[in-house]
């Protein structure tokens, strides 16, 4: 992990997206750099002690995100407007957004700004194949699952057919489920071959309900004017 963050120093990324600053704070002085640090947060009290530990800009993620969305479930609604009562840093809706008319609702809301995941995985510019940008485009905001959620390790990721069979066999092992059960069908290089494949449905990949919202698959440039 320092190393990592050495890495992004060193290469001026002057914003880097943190999950758990706590911890890395530990890890390295990361403060002592001029660099801007967001923390990822999906509840209000996780925001309120990254305050305090000193992040700079809190990343706000409502339940309708991609990865991971955390176990309580609370969506973007009502956590943007909480953000606006009891933040003191500036903060980003994170979640669901993928049009100029959430980022204004993100603003009227208190959000400072919006941080997209998906919407930029259905661009020119991604590097993966066209097939899942394809399914995207197919998808409506139905088309993610949730796995791991007995595991308290919740991850939203698109539905597709390797993870509609983690969904059947999480239902029917229920709260026995263990990791090993659907280990096989989540490993990363399944996922790696999938891509390289171009097999939409070979391996799991994140996708967040914003799938809903995506028509095509434009420049980033087309994204981000076709906000303004
Ligand atoms: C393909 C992809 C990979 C992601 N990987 C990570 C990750 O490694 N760590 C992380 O904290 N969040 C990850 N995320 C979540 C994003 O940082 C962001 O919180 C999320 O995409 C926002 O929701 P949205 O996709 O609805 O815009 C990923 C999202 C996508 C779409």
């Known amino acids: 992990m320092r190393h ?13 997206f943190f999950f758990c600053f706590c911890f890395i704070s530990q890890l390295i002085n990361v403060k002592s750099y001029i660099i801007n640090l967001v923390h990822k947060c999906v509840a209000i009290r996780h925001a309120k002690k990254a305050e305090k530990s000193g992040v700079d800009i809190i990343s706000l993620d409502g339940f309708e995100c991609a990865g991971h969305p955390g176990e309580e479930d609370i ?4 956590l943007q407007a909480k953000g606006a009562k009891v933040l003191t840093k500036p903060y980003v809706c994170s979640g669901g957004v993928g049009d100029g008319i959430q980022l204004a609702a993100a603003l009227a809301l208190g959000a400072d700004g919006v941080n997209c995941g998906t919407r930029f995985c259905a661009t020119q510019e991604c590097n993966w194949p066209e097939s899942f940008k394809q399914k995207m485009v197919d998808g409506d905001e139905r088309s993610t699952v949730l796995m791991f959620r007995t595991l308290k390790n919740t991850s939203r990721v698109f539905a597709n057919a ?9 239902k029917e092992k229920g709260i026995n489920l263990e990791f090993a059960d659907v280990a096989h069908l989540v490993a990363g290089v399944r996922g790696r071959k999938a891509e390289k494949d171009g097999d939409a449905d070979g391996g799991i990949w994140t ?16 994204v981000v004017v076709s906000f303004h």
């Open 4 to 16: 990592y963050i050495s890495i992004s120093i060193y290469s001026y990324w002057y914003t880097i």
């Open 75 to 78: 969506g973007n609604y009502v």
């Open 162 to 170: 390797v993870a509609l069979e983690v969904s059947r066999i999480e």
């Open 207 to 222: 996708a967040g309900q914003v799938v809903g919202l995506i028509n095509d698959y434009p420049s980033c440039q087309e």
